[in-house]
């Protein structure tokens, strides 16, 4: 029977459990099932059911947008990074340094903060003169030193403000919101007596602060942490500012490089603070490495509300060792179920192999219940090993119970009373919780050094990574994309793929039939004007050779970037965006010239003083605007370039939108 004949009960219940591209593709089939996937209520639930953590289920639910249009832009995004077709790349801005979040760029130029709305294509945004109102909120303080933008989220921007003549330095938290006045804007600040691997993480009603500065009974130092709620803009008493909540230590959390060893996290009502590493010394002898997780409630920051999962399988050291400069650790929010995802890429060699392959891996962030029984034993530490609780530790760890050594292993009998080590049977790895990025047939792609991969990132919504590399025949950024998608679930003879059975329990492990179909690796090159020399304003197709990427930052639907020139170290630089997002239009988010000499002239102009060392900064700002409007010229000329042009016949071009 045809699929538009079915009963309209039978293909709703079908379409309920196929993934989002399975039912915009089978819509594509005919009129018909186009007009009956297209149906209201069948929209609703596949939002509800596979998308439920984007933005565009939010804008459906509060009915900004239609639950048709939410799916058809979810799959148009996820469609166009997986196959590494960006739909537009412009200069957004310039400034000495950025940060990303929420589809919210916030970029430093001169005395200015301004913010911009990337998602919705907003060309209007906020500037917010951040000297003048840390001066107005902080009097006593004679001469700021440099400011740093720490984290954004929900309209409120945290700031890392030095003092020059001071050992100390302040952390401000600004209300960002269109309506604020430049007097209220502070919502919260705080004197650091040390700022060593500062960072944030906050929401809007609460603030969470880490530095590396405490000091543990082993002699290591541990993370501290500092909780603040904020005023809300109803509150009628929001003249008190901010609260202190609370501090918490974490004790014998190892790690201290966020983005390699740690992460830190903020989702749904909790602050989550995740490890790779299990001892602050070498372990001579250990067979399993364990993922340690430490979960806080916003509110309540004290020792006895911690929660301590440190039993979360992540290998054996039996796999190979590891090329630790290659390892990127963090958390993202799966879009379908929006549970927090546990992502880490690390390159090993694998089986100890003679050649290093890199391999993204997915772990669910679990906490078991309280008094539960859903714990699994296999996974319990050594008797006589370290808890991660220990005396003057904080929270309750989530493993109690010994396991046995490994049998018939050597180095078992070798053990002392000095060795702490960890182990536990392999864990069935879900083909859905590893993707290997060389794993397309013949797949040669060509792979870079680490000095020449400026930045390395994975999408959970689209199983795709995503690598800046640096092109020295180019000599320009290029995009190196790889992304994989589900097989289908019957296999060569038609007949359903069946779960694979566990040898010690024979039950069958749920998803371990799932197979995947792997896309070829592909490079797409990133042309940008960029200005060379103050001499010679004449735009280039893409950044000179002494030029490089300073920083950059990516979600699941953009990469932005910024470009650094060596020899300048203090000038602007070129902030790049690069959208896979049909929806983002690139002629309203990109920045003109006259737009960044308006902001450079307002925000010096009302700090209140006009000496002279001001008015050559506001000279050297309008000559440097003037050149920049070369830059979109570069840009829109970059479709003439033959290697872009050889990208567009290949449909993975950029679509330059600046007329």
């Not at 340690?292 to 039993?311: A, G, W």
């Not at 906490?367 to 008797?383: I, K």
């Not at 309008?622 to 042009?645: N, Y």
């Amino acid at each position: 029977m045809p699929l538009d004949r079915l009963p309209y009960d039978v293909l709703f219940n079908t379409a309920s459990y196929l993934d989002l591209r399975d039912v915009v593709h089978l819509s594509l089939l005919s009129r018909q099932l186009r007009l009956i996937l297209g149906e209201n209520t069948l929209c609703r639930r596949i939002v509800e059911t596979r998308i439920a953590g984007t933005p565009e289920a939010q804008c459906a639910e509060s009915g900004r947008l239609s639950y048709r249009d939410a799916i058809l832009r979810v799959y148009n995004r996820r469609e166009a990074f997986a196959a590494a077709s960006p739909t537009s790349a412009c200069v957004v801005g310039y400034g000495t340094s950025f940060l990303y979040r929420q589809g919210v760029l916030c970029y430093v130029a001169g005395e200015c903060v301004r913010i911009k709305d990337i998602h919705t294509s907003s060309a209007a945004g906020t500037v917010v003169n951040v000297c003048a109102v840390v001066r107005e909120a902080l009097p006593q303080v004679g001469s700021l030193g440099s400011v740093s933008l720490l984290h954004y989220s929900d309209q409120i921007l945290a700031l890392h403000c030095g003092n020059n003549g001071s050992g100390g330095s302040w952390l401000i938290a600004l209300d960002t919101g269109v309506h604020k006045h430049d007097d209220d804007r502070v919502i919260l600040k705080h004197w650091l007596e040390d700022n060593n691997r500062l960072f944030v993480r906050h929401t809007a009603t609460c603030l969470y602060y880490g530095t590396h500065t405490s000091v543990g009974a082993h002699g290591h130092n541990e993370w501290k942490l500092e909780a603040f709620s904020l005023p809300q803009p109803c509150d009628p008493r929001s003249k008190s500012r901010s609260k202190r909540l609370g501090s918490v230590h974490l004790d014998n959390f190892v790690g201290y490089e966020i983005g390699s060893t740690v992460a830190f996290e903020i989702h749904n009502g909790y602050f989550y603070a995740l490890s790779n590493q299990t001892s602050f010394e070498v372990v001579e002898i250990d067979w399993t490495s364990f993922y340690k997780c430490v979960r806080i409630p916003l509110s309540k920051p004290r020792k006895e509300d911690v929660e301590i999962n440190d039993r979360i399988y992540r290998r054996q050291h039996r796999e190979g060792p590891i090329n630790d400069s290659w390892t990127d650790l963090s958390m993202q929010v799966d879009q379908c179920t929006g549970a927090l995802m546990i992502v880490e890429a690390r390159k090993e060699n694998l089986m100890n192999a003679s050649s290093q392959q890199r391999t993204f891996y997915m772990e669910p962030l679990v906490f078991p219940e309280p008094g539960g029984s859903d714990f699994d034993d296999s996974t319990t530490p050594l008797s006589g090993s370290a808890s991660s609780s220990s005396p003057g530790g904080v929270g309750t760890s989530a493993s109690s119970n010994a396991y046995a050594l490994p049998c018939n292993d050597p180095l078992a009998s070798a053990m002392t009373s000095s060795d702490n080590p960890n182990f536990a049977k392999a864990k069935i790895r879900l083909p859905k919780h590893t993707h290997s990025e060389h794993s397309h047939p013949g797949d040669a792609a060509r792979s870079y050094m680490l000095s020449r991969t400026l930045f390395r990132g994975y999408n959970l919504s689209c199983a795709a990574f995503l690598d800046l590399v640096r092109d020295e025949a180019h000599g320009s950024p290029s995009l190196r994309m790889g992304s994989r998608r589900r097989a289908p679930a019957l296999d060569e003879t038609g007949m359903v793929k069946v779960p694979l059975v566990d040898p010690e329990t024979r039950d069958r492990t749920e998803a371990s039939e799932d197979e995947f179909v792997y896309a070829p690796i592909r490079h797409v090159p990133v042309a940008a004007g960029v200005l060379t020399d103050h001499e010679d304003p004449r735009p280039s197709l893409a950044p000179p050779r002494s030029c490089a990427v300073a920083s950059a930052a990516m979600d699941d639907r953009s990469l932005l970037y910024s470009i650094a020139d060596p020899r300048r170290p203090h000038a602007d630089r070129a902030i790049v965006l690069v959208s896979f997002d049909p929806a983002i239009k690139a002629a309203h988010v990109a920045v003109r010239a006259g737009d960044a000499t308006a902001c450079s002239v307002s925000c010096s102009g009302s700090g209140g003083s006009e000496d002279r060392a001001r008015t050559e900064r506001d000279d050297e700002a309008r000559q440097a605007a003037a050149m920049r409007g070369g830059v979109h010229d570069g840009l829109a000329a970059s479709l003439r370039d033959d290697a872009c042009r050889r990208s567009l016949e290949l449909g993975l071009g950029l679509g330059l939108g600046f007329r």
